[in-house]
């Protein structure tokens, strides 16, 4: 198979070298608009790198894996659908073109896939499998945070996407939890808002966000959002009168209590993790690679993924509405 990878920051780089351990037989091809990036991926990876898609295209390739900044996606979605690729894509942010694209894609007959890699982690997996087998009431909490400037350490946070008030950075916290947020304890039917500014950051936009929430099945949250933190965290609390489970958002951070035992049990799911340095603690890269690997289960064997194009409508949606 020959795959095409659109943008070569460090989505792609994650998404190429991911693709390597799982199949070394893989053919990749990068493409990107600034010429370091090329060079420096053609160096690290030995692949060949070209500066456009249709430059690319003519390597007779199956699939496009598209990660660069979320504004582009759109357009780039598009081309890669017209020549006939399956297409993966990051996060996208905005509903730009999606009728179209999602139309396109069942006129090709292509599967069109969107990351959500947090319906990815074993740990949500077994959340949601926890609060569907509880029958009591839940309540949760979940504070979600990280310094804006500490993203990405190796470039100004003014530089890249997450300085743009369509693709800001809170946006991008909202647009990864709420699909798990939504799949694992039910529509939202009632929300209330606070937000506001805690920092001197160059940027245009709310750094911090409170969101008391309540779903349709009777479970009420309260979501704490920020690019505040100036230590990255990522802690959740689930209760009810028969379940009680914590997560500090790393692989082996998921909590327990054992009622008869009166005791918190860390839940082991990983027999190895894979993580990259340079990232908080909670990126953990087992979950970027299942997702992957369903895109190419889907191509190959057409099951479904667990998230796409239509459920994120409802997803930017919502967010447009806690803006």
């Known amino acids: 198979m020959k795959v095409i990878v659109i943008g070569l920051g460090s989505m792609g780089k994650r998404r190429i070298r991911l693709m390597r351990q799982m199949d070394s037989d893989i053919e990749i091809i990068g493409v990107d608009s600034r010429k370091d990036r090329r060079e420096e991926l053609a160096d690290s990876f030995g692949i060949k790198t070209y500066d456009t898609l249709d430059e690319a295209v003519v390597e007779g390739v199956d699939c496009a894996f598209v990660c660069t900044s979320p504004l582009s996606h759109s357009n780039i979605i598009s081309g890669c659908l017209n020549y006939g690729l399956h297409t993966f894509t990051e996060i996208n942010l905005v509903s730009d073109k999606y009728e179209e694209n999602m139309a396109l894609a069942e006129e090709k007959k292509r599967v069109l896939f969107l990351s959500s890699t947090f319906l990815y982690r074993k740990e949500i997996q077994y959340i949601e499998d926890a609060v569907n087998h509880a029958h009591s009431l839940l309540t949760y909490s ?25 693709t800001n950075g809170c946006r991008e916290l909202m647009a990864i939890e709420f699909p798990w947020i939504h799949q694992v304890f039910g529509e939202i039917v009632d929300i209330h808002v606070r937000k506001g500014r805690k920092t001197g950051l160059n940027i245009n936009y709310s750094d911090s966000y409170v969101l008391s929430v309540e779903h349709k099945n009777g479970t009420q949250g309260t979501i704490m959002l920020d690019v505040v933190s100036r230590k990255a965290v990522r802690n959740l609390e689930i209760f009810g009168e028969d379940l009680y489970l914590s997560w500090d958002g790393s692989a082996n951070g998921l909590r327990k209590y054992n009622f008869e035992d009166r005791r918190e049990e860390t839940v082991q799911l990983y027999e190895k993790v894979n993580r990259q340095s340079g990232y908080a603690e909670y990126i953990v890269e087992n979950a970027y690679l299942d997702e992957i690997k369903a895109f190419f289960e889907e191509i190959h064997n057409g099951k479904k993924a667990r998230y796409g194009f239509r459920e994120d409508r409802y997803t930017l949606a919502l967010i447009d509405k806690v803006e």
């Open 142 to 166: 979940y504070h979600v945070g990280q310094y804006l400037p500490d993203w990405h350490p190796w470039e100004k946070y003014t530089d890249y996407f997450i300085s743009d008030n369509r």
